[in-house]
């Protein structure tokens, strides 16, 4: 039935992790918890882009290996990356050697910067859900939707601003990780930890917006 399921640590956890320790660190500390952080925010819809296709696993055993060949994923210099810096990274094993995303990632950094002219790249992608972060519960991973309405608005708008592999399954994942919906089922044990911390975020985001 695709439920949580009870891991080699005693925990139980979204049936998608198994008992790998890197997947299982990740979904503890980082899937669904809230980002706020711009530079934070532009490294996951950058490393989305490049999941399109892939697992997320294989993503993450080589995030360290994308930090470091992006500069850390700082827009700035991102965008400044010439031919010689695409020759570069199309000869990296440590990331995922595909022009056409090497590519996007570039357009996307100058598009972050454009965007940033006129608001926070935070304040931007949050404020498609508003002042609240959604906490669904889901029991099974079958009842996870793969892309929603707030999903393909985002990607509508950030392809608008120039972005490019931000399709709405793309951001409906984006979401998922960035805390923007807590899709941990309800028998996770990061389900109901995930929740407080969306409320705290709610309630700091409806303080902020009220001033």
Not at 66 to 94: E, N, V
Request: hydrophobic share 40%; net charge positive.
């Amino acid at each position: 039935m695709n439920r949580s399921i009870t891991a080699d640590d005693g925990r139980a956890r979204c049936n998608w992790v198994g008992n790998d320790d890197l997947y299982a660190a990740y979904h503890d500390r980082e899937w669904g918890v809230p980002q706020t952080d711009s530079i934070a925010l532009f490294e996951k819809v950058s490393l989305e882009g490049f999941q399109a296709g892939l697992s997320w696993i294989t993503i993450l055993r080589k995030r360290e290996n994308f930090r470091s060949a992006f500069d850390g994923f700082q827009p700035k210099k991102i965008a400044r990356y010439t031919d010689k810096d695409i020759a570069r990274l199309m000869g990296d094993a440590g990331i995922v050697r595909n022009r056409a995303k090497i590519e996007a990632a570039i357009s996307n950094a100058q598009a972050y910067l454009a965007l940033e002219k006129r608001i926070p790249f935070a304040d931007f992608v949050w404020g498609f859900i508003e002042t609240d972060a959604t906490a669904n519960h889901f029991e099974t991973m079958g009842d996870v939707p793969a892309q929603t309405d707030i999903s393909k608005a985002m990607s509508k708008a950030l392809k608008k601003e120039g972005f490019r592999f931000v399709g709405p399954t793309t951001m409906y994942a984006f979401m998922q990780s960035v805390g923007m919906v807590n899709d941990h089922l309800t028998g996770c044990h990061r389900h109901a930890p995930c929740e407080k911390l969306q409320a705290t975020h709610t309630r700091k985001r409806r303080a902020a917006l009220s001033k």
